[in-house]
Each structure stands twice: as C-alpha cells, then as structure tokens.
C-alpha cells in the first residue's frame, strides 16, 4: 500500500489516473464522457446527451439514468474493451501523460473505491482493507499497468 500508486481524487497527484481528469480524448471533454458513450449505440441520444454534459460525473448520472439502454453491459469483456481503447488514446493524446505513467515504474496502480465499495467500484478499482491489503478486482489499475508496460517496452526497444 505505502508505495502503491493510488487513483483517488482529479486533485491529488495521480489524478490524472482518473476518468475524471480534464484530459480530452477525441471529440469527448474527458475519459469518462467516451467510456460512458460507448456504452450506447452509435445513433443514440443517450450518446449525444453525454456528449453535450458540462462534466464526467454529469456524462456517467446520464448513462446510469439509461442503464436500459446500454448495448454494452457494464464490466463486460466489450466494457473493458472500451475503457482499455480510451485509455490508449488518452496516453497517445497526452504525451506528457504518457511520461508520467512510465515514471511510475512497476508500482502498482490501484483506483481506491473504498468510499464506494459496490460492485462496480469494486471490479474497477479496489477497497482499502484494515490489515493494509486491498480487495477488489481494480480492472481500471490492471488496464493502467498493462498498458505502462506496453509502452516501458515500446521505450526499450527503441534504444
């Protein structure tokens, strides 16, 4: 835990990390606006709705309100899909952002969901236990750390 790297809030340091940060990816205002959109078909107004929100959390009340409509079920493999494809782009569109994940070496990167430990808190990132350890599945720390690995090795065979 004390050198994990750790998802928590946009203001702290690594939040960055977060679908929340005020990173544009594509056309979207932030990760959170396209991973919730791809949730919906392409000719949706679900879609445009989330499109046209002022914030991440307004785009996800939005998805969750039209959960009925969703064509990709949350935390399924398309899911993960998706948000593996958006964080990709966000590092291709945020070089700056791409440095940063390789400074963090091979700590691991764990969204702490302890304030909301549901079950979707728990698949995307993971809750601090009283012993020290954390619970949960943290598929958003897993995709991060996938994909810093990829690039570590992209950097390692360019030199």
């Not at 928590?8 to 990760?31: C, E, F, I, Q």
């Not at 959960?67 to 593996?84: F, G, K, Y």
């Not at 782009?89 to 700590?107: F, I, M, S, V």
Request: charged share 25%; with cysteine; aromatic share 6%.
């Amino acid at each position: 835990m004390l050198d994990d790297v750790v998802i928590r809030k946009v203001r702290d340091p690594y939040g960055w990390l977060s679908n929340m940060s005020p990173h544009p990816v594509g056309l979207w205002r932030t990760a959170e606006h396209a991973f919730q959109a791809l949730r919906f078909a392409d000719t949706s107004d679900v879609r445009r709705r989330i499109m046209d929100a002022s914030s991440p959390m307004t785009a996800k009340k939005i998805a969750k309100e039209h959960a009925s409509e969703m064509i990709v079920p949350p935390r399924s493999a398309r899911d993960v899909a998706s948000m593996r494809r958006i964080l990709g782009l966000k590092l291709e569109q945020h070089p700056l952002l791409l440095e940063a994940l390789r400074a963090t070496g091979n700590r691991r990167i764990v969204e702490d969901c302890t304030a909301r430990a549901s079950d979707s808190g728990l698949f995307w990132g993971a809750a601090l236990q009283s012993d020290g350890t954390w619970q949960g599945t943290n598929m958003l720390g897993a995709l991060w750390m996938e994909l810093r690995s990829a690039a570590l090795a992209k950097q390692l065979s360019l030199l």
